[in-house]
């Protein structure tokens, strides 16, 4: 018995000594992995810090261009050229060497652009695309909007596990950054390049024909004088006030004068009120000549602002007579130019001169309820700007490989109607009529108070347009200074800083509308491309408005006894709006505007 035991002793302690080196080396294989964890997490950040450097500012390095090499895993290689390589690169040096000084750093700055792009995922590449690692090798699609970095390896050592044969690992990060577009609200309707930018107007379609009219501030005044000519016929903008500037008005009948007005067009409705000067401002030099040593200046509104100035003159309490000819041109209204005002496309058209996209809509059937519901409820799949290299005639067809139809994300090929009909402003914009949809229409006042533009600033603007409560926000509620004018933040160009509070984002008048390659034909069946996205806000308000001005008694949207009648825009310049808050999530970038630069990998 005692020898048994003894025995079975001495067998628990070969078997304990034996398990002490399993444990042992399992403990040290352990912590060799822990630590090798510990160097890919550390590596994974620094990847993802990486490419966010590549991104550059703002996502300003994306999208890529569309010249990359082809590679074992796809045709998506950066080339060693792209800054955003050569951002890339200068942050993983500079992790490396963070004093930035010495051989060591500038050696490797120097040799990483080449690395990073020479095909060899095995010592880093940056890629533009989503790498995806299947059957032992790397694979990427081109995505001119995506940046990705394979990070160069990091050789890990292990220490204790050398004794399991197990002496080291390489790990590496997989980054990858993609450029986004803010989501907005998008309108139904399209601009088309060169009709982008100031005051346009939405109508009923009438036959397809346009007639081009000027609508002037009390169009039925007469007199008997006559303008036939004004010198010069423009100024540079006047910012200052301080300039003198003669302008001499000739005609005939001009005796007797007693106001001298400048007058602003309107769209569908007669423009505004003008600004006006007395006879302590002019000189009525004979029966066919006036002289006005100094034109009204930014403060009275007229040289400051870049605008068409329509000049008229009272007598005996009537504003002189002017008309339209059939070419559109104004006739005894002579036409002072200041700056470089937005060309008004077809201003006045019966037929519109922007128009609408037909866009299907779930749940919807007939062209009216659809055509509603897109502007009500907004559109049920995202826009997009086609890629360069389409056909120049700003067409485009299911055959182009390029091309994404409705009703797909992305969609940048869209089918075209002239005009708008008095169905879906109605329904759409107010919730009246037959074609009214459920949800929160465009225009309806939102329950919450969405925008703070009446009483000071402390409740939400609104008005009633045929029975119902809709928000009458201006667009010059939303101006971060009081010497900002509607003609500056309208301008194609305007170059400087915004000038409009990331306010304007939440009022229901905001909006964004997508700009063809060329104006679609009457009538025809093509689709066009878009090229680019212009922010728009409905109002009529005129370009010298001012921050505290009133609107209009229509504030853009004119009725009659049919329903909404014409919806009056104005077009934006991109500059003079701040980047948009990402508070209703993110879409895919659509080409222009706001980048939004975000991890997805």
């Not at 040799?111 to 880093?124: E, F, H, R, V």
């Not at 790498?131 to 990427?140: L, Q, T």
């Not at 007005?261 to 409705?269: H, K, Q, V």
């Not at 504030?555 to 009659?560: S, V």
Request: proline share 6%; with cysteine; hydrophobic share 35%.
């Amino acid at each position: 018995m005692n020898r048994r035991h003894r025995d079975e002793r001495g067998a628990v302690a070969v078997m304990v000594g034996l398990l002490s080196v399993v444990l042992l080396s399992i403990a040290a294989l352990g912590v060799d992995l822990g630590n090798a964890w510990a160097q890919k997490r550390q590596v994974q950040a620094g990847s993802d810090l990486a490419v966010e450097a590549g991104a550059g500012v703002k996502g300003a390095n994306l999208p890529a261009s569309s010249t990359v090499h082809s590679c074992a895993y796809g045709a998506a290689g950066a080339l060693q050229t792209d800054q955003s390589v050569n951002d890339i690169a200068s942050y993983l040096a500079s992790q490396a060497y963070p004093a930035q000084t010495g051989g060591a750093y500038s050696s490797m700055l120097a040799n990483l652009p080449s690395q990073l792009t020479d095909c060899n995922t095995a010592n880093g590449e940056v890629v533009y695309g989503n790498p995806s690692f299947s059957a032992g090798a790397w694979h990427v699609t081109f995505n001119k909007n995506q940046l990705s970095l394979i990070s160069p390896p990091k050789t890990v050592d292990f220490g204790l596990a050398g004794i399991m044969g197990f002496h080291s690992t390489n790990v590496a990060g997989v980054s990858t950054i993609e450029i986004k577009s803010p989501k907005f609200s998008a309108l139904p309707f399209y601009a088309f390049s060169g009709c982008d930018y100031g005051p346009q107007t939405l109508q009923q379609p009438n036959n397809g024909h346009s007639a081009a009219q000027v609508m002037l501030y009390a169009p039925t005044n007469t007199n008997n004088a006559v303008l036939t000519s004004i010198s010069p016929i423009s100024y540079p903008v006047d910012t200052t006030g301080s300039q003198v500037e003669p302008l001499v008005i000739n005609g005939s009948n001009l005796t007797g004068v007693t106001q001298v007005g400048f007058f602003e067009p309107g769209n569908a409705i007669p423009g505004p009120a003008p600004v006006t000067i007395d006879t302590t401002k002019f000189t009525i030099n004979s029966d066919t000549k006036i002289t006005i040593p100094d034109i009204p200046d930014q403060t009275r509104g007229v040289a400051g602002v870049q605008e068409f100035w329509y000049i008229r003159v009272m007598k005996n309490g009537q504003w002189s007579t002017y008309s339209v000819d059939n070419n559109g041109d104004v006739q005894n209204s002579p036409v002072l130019t200041i700056g470089d005002p937005p060309l008004l496309c077809g201003q006045g058209s019966s037929s519109g001169n922007f128009g609408t996209l037909l866009l299907s809509h779930a749940g919807y059937t007939g062209w009216d309820s659809v055509g509603a519901a897109n502007v009500a409820l907004g559109l049920t799949n995202s826009l997009a700007v086609y890629p360069s290299g389409g056909p120049a005639d700003g067409t485009c067809s299911s055959a182009q490989s390029t091309t994404v139809l409705w009703n797909t994300d992305g969609t940048n090929c869209v089918d075209t109607d002239t005009g708008m009909s008095s169905s879906v402003a109605t329904g759409g914009f107010i919730g009246k009529g037959s074609s009214a949809v459920g949800g929160n229409q465009y225009l309806l006042k939102p329950d919450n108070g969405a925008t703070k533009c009446a009483n000071g600033g402390t409740s939400e603007a609104t008005t009633v347009v045929l029975g119902q409560s809709i928000n009458n926000d201006t667009l010059t509620c939303f101006f971060l200074s009081s010497t900002t004018h509607v003609a500056d933040v309208d301008s194609s160009t305007y170059s400087g800083g915004p000038l409009i509070s990331d306010a304007i984002y939440s009022s229901p008048r905001f909006a964004y509308v997508p700009v063809l390659k060329v104006q679609p034909a009457n009538g025809g069946s093509n689709k066009y491309q878009i090229i680019d996205f212009r922010a728009c806000f409905i109002t009529d308000q005129p370009g010298s408005a001012v921050k505290g001005d009133a609107p209009s008694a229509t504030n853009g949207i004119i009725t009659d006894n049919n329903g909404v009648s014409s919806v009056e825009v104005i077009f934006l310049n991109p500059d003079a709006l701040p980047n948009p808050p990402v508070k209703n999530g993110t879409i895919n970038y659509i080409g222009s505007g706001p980048k939004i630069p975000l991890l997805v990998n």
